[in-house]
């Protein structure tokens, strides 16, 4: 009979087991049957950081050294010994490995190779599950203990290093933080690299030094983005990975459809950014926006979808029956349909001096970081809606007090009633009606912020270190003007010819999520919606290729 595995995800004491954990006889017999028996000799290179594309290995005997390197020395992250197997999340895209691989000893291995990995995945799902639950856990591992990698060095307060920090945190890419205004060997950098305050913030990787990239230079050099062959014609392009946008990409990866996710900035989009979501199905204790993006992410990446990050889409060609949608930096992407799930953003408020303090001071986004940003200090939230509650609820146990700022008399009408609850029952929040920001300021960031008192009539200045702007929503469609029907707002209209209610006024082109005119603004009905509409691109696609068989004939 063989052994057990030790993958009992119940037991606290297991999580070592669950990372890096052996395999028995026969789920190792399995494995092999998908790659090819190799001897290799001590010190063998069998992966290295940087590379894409990576195989999967399974120890038999000897060990494999997974190695990290910083500051130009290199030290071990683990050692997987016989039983155990390498890799972590980059086996699921094409991206560029953070560690390298190195034998110890004569090492015998099974090697899978990309492809066949995927297959042993599919076919095997009891192995699949250890292997998924593995590479997630050595994420995280990689996250909290920094390593794998780069240093971002800069002030704290920065607007650039807070762009930055927020671009790596959201897209999952472990990396540390040299304070240039408290660290005081922030200097040694600077000689090593040959810097000068006006270079910063700069982000150090492989021993050269990016100086205040953009996000699409810095996801070019860390190989966050993917390659995409302009001759490929998927099936489907999802536009936008926020919680709609990886329904979609789930679902139709999963169904077997060619699919490719083009992404601005992160996973995630609006609902990534939220602190914590307690209202959604199946998460009692509730989650993290980015944690929920996280695991769909995963999921769209298991099932064969393409992510691509820094993607942003301008435009799109529908005068060819394959539709060329038109990126940023100039190239194309071939698809036979389009799913728009780009979403909204939360609208700036009309006070004087805001774009000064975005990033440094002013915020869109409530999540740990701009949480230890404002430790220690007042904050200020304008809005009424869930996001804005959410934040509050947060940010109450980090600031020192919260003032939630609201133009209407209360909350009922716009925020659920759990949160309403624990706003009026906490102490260190108080909810302000009839208000709106007049001015703010401060010398290097934010330091106060004005409101107008309507109801007494009085302007009130408030000593704050965060002002977090959570109100309406402006849909990110611009990118479809002149292609779809849209509304004054904005807003796609769909549901053209009935056929179905994610169907914009282009055959081939569906909305859904926030995107959508007629959509509930929640994350719930926003994957809901990205489910569903698979089954109309499936009937778009089977339509149109009949059709051209038909005229093949004629």
């Given at each position: 009979?063989?052994?057990?595995?030790?993958?009992?995800?119940?037991?606290?004491?297991?999580?070592?087991?669950?990372?890096?954990?052996?395999?028995?006889?026969?789920?190792?017999?399995?494995?092999?049957?998908?790659?090819?028996?190799?001897?290799?000799?001590?010190?063998?290179?069998?992966?290295?950081?940087?590379?894409?594309?990576?195989?999967?290995?399974?120890?038999?005997?000897?060990?494999?050294?997974?190695?990290?390197?910083?500051?130009?020395?290199?030290?071990?992250?683990?050692?997987?010994?016989?039983?155990?197997?390498?890799?972590?999340?980059?086996?699921?895209?094409?991206?560029?490995?953070?560690?390298?691989?190195?034998?110890?000893?004569?090492?015998?291995?099974?090697?899978?190779?990309?492809?066949?990995?995927?297959?042993?995945?599919?076919?095997?799902?009891?192995?699949?599950?250890?292997?998924?639950?593995?590479?997630?856990?050595?994420?995280?591992?990689?996250?909290?203990?920094?390593?794998?990698g780069v240093t971002l060095a800069g002030s704290g307060r920065s607007a650039d290093t807070i762009r930055i920090r927020a671009f790596l945190t959201r897209n999952g890419y472990p990396h540390s933080l040299i304070d240039t205004d408290r660290d005081g060997d922030a200097q040694g950098l600077f000689d090593c690299f040959d810097l000068t305050e006006r270079d910063l913030p700069v982000v150090i990787s492989s021993g050269s030094a990016l100086r205040n990239p953009s996000d699409a230079e810095l996801a070019n050099a860390l190989g966050l983005t993917a390659d995409i062959d302009p001759g490929h014609v998927f099936d489907v392009a999802v536009v936008g990975a926020g919680p709609a946008g990886l329904a979609a990409a789930v679902y139709a990866a999963s169904e077997g459809l060619d699919v490719v996710v083009l992404e601005k900035i992160a996973p995630g989009g609006q609902a990534g950014t939220s602190s914590k979501i307690e209202n959604?199905?199946?998460?009692?204790?509730?989650?993290?926006?980015?944690?929920?993006?996280?695991?769909?992410?995963?999921?769209?990446?298991?099932?064969?979808?393409?992510?691509?990050?820094?993607?942003?889409?301008?435009?799109?060609?529908?005068?060819?029956?394959?539709?060329?949608?038109?990126?940023?930096?100039?190239?194309?992407?071939?698809?036979?349909?389009?799913?728009?799930?780009?979403?909204?953003?939360?609208?700036?408020?009309?006070?004087?001096?805001?774009?000064?303090?975005?990033?440094?001071?002013?915020?869109?986004?409530?999540?740990?970081?701009?949480?230890?940003?404002?430790?220690?200090?007042?904050?200020?939230?304008?809005?009424?809606?869930?996001?804005?509650?959410?934040?509050?609820?947060?940010?109450?146990?980090?600031?020192?007090?919260?003032?939630?700022?609201?133009?209407?008399?209360?909350?009922?009408?716009?925020?659920?009633?759990?949160?309403?609850?624990?706003?009026?029952?906490?102490?260190?929040?108080?909810?302000?009606?009839?208000?709106?920001?007049?001015?703010?300021?401060?010398?290097?960031?934010?330091?106060?912020?004005?409101?107008?008192?309507?109801?007494?009539?009085?302007?009130?200045?408030?000593?704050?270190?965060?002002?977090?702007?959570?109100?309406?929503?402006?849909?990110?469609?611009?990118?479809?003007?002149?292609?779809?029907?849209?509304?004054?707002?904005?807003?796609?209209?769909?549901?053209?010819?009935?056929?179905?209610?994610?169907?914009?006024?282009?055959?081939?082109?569906?909305?859904?999520?926030?995107?959508?005119?007629?959509?509930?603004?929640?994350?719930?009905?926003?994957?809901?919606?990205?489910?569903?509409?698979?089954?109309?691109?499936?009937?778009?696609?089977?339509?149109?290729?009949?059709?051209?068989?038909?005229?093949?004939?004629?």
């Open positions: 009979m063989a052994e057990r595995d030790n993958d009992d995800p119940s037991d606290p004491y297991q999580r070592e087991a669950q990372t890096f954990p052996k395999l028995n006889d026969d789920r190792m017999a399995r494995i092999s049957r998908f790659g090819a028996r190799e001897t290799v000799a001590d010190g063998t290179l069998l992966f290295e950081r940087g590379e894409r594309s990576v195989d999967f290995f399974l120890v038999l005997k000897g060990a494999i050294d997974i190695l990290d390197e910083q500051g130009g020395a290199e030290r071990r992250v683990h050692r997987h010994e016989a039983r155990q197997f390498t890799g972590e999340l980059d086996l699921f895209n094409d991206r560029k490995i953070l560690v390298s691989g190195r034998a110890d000893g004569e090492t015998e291995v099974v090697r899978v190779r990309r492809p066949d990995f995927r297959r042993l995945i599919a076919a095997e799902p009891d192995i699949g599950e250890i292997v998924m639950r593995a590479f997630i856990l050595r994420r995280v591992g990689l996250l909290r203990h920094e390593q794998g959604y199905l199946g998460f009692p204790t509730g989650i993290s926006g980015q944690a929920l993006a996280g695991r769909a992410q995963i999921q769209a990446q298991k099932f064969g979808a393409r992510l691509a990050v820094s993607c942003a889409v301008t435009g799109v060609d529908y005068s060819d029956p394959i539709f060329r949608i038109e990126l940023e930096d100039g190239s194309i992407v071939r698809a036979n349909a389009v799913i728009a799930a780009t979403g909204a953003r939360y609208r700036k408020i009309d006070v004087e001096g805001l774009e000064r303090f975005e990033g440094a001071g002013v915020h869109y986004a409530a999540t740990a970081m701009e949480a230890n940003l404002c430790s220690g200090s007042p904050v200020v939230i304008v809005g009424g809606g869930n996001s804005a509650g959410q934040a509050a609820v947060f940010l109450a146990r980090h600031a020192v007090h919260v003032h939630l700022l609201v133009r209407g008399k209360g909350l009922a009408d716009s925020m659920s009633r759990y949160l309403v609850e624990r706003i009026d029952a906490a102490a260190d929040i108080t909810l302000h009606t009839s208000c709106q920001v007049t001015g703010i300021g401060g010398d290097s960031g934010l330091e106060w912020i004005e409101w107008l008192d309507s109801t007494k009539g009085v302007t009130v200045r408030q000593e704050a270190a965060g002002l977090f702007v959570m109100i309406g929503a402006e849909p990110n469609t611009d990118w479809l003007k002149g292609c779809v029907e849209r509304d004054d707002k904005g807003f796609i209209i769909t549901g053209a010819g009935g056929s179905s209610p994610f169907l914009t006024s282009r055959a081939g082109i569906y909305a859904v999520g926030d995107a959508r005119a007629s959509s509930v603004k929640r994350i719930a009905s926003a994957v809901g919606e990205g489910s569903v509409v698979v089954a109309s691109v499936h009937k778009w696609l089977e339509d149109r290729d009949q059709q051209q068989r038909v005229l093949a004939t004629l």
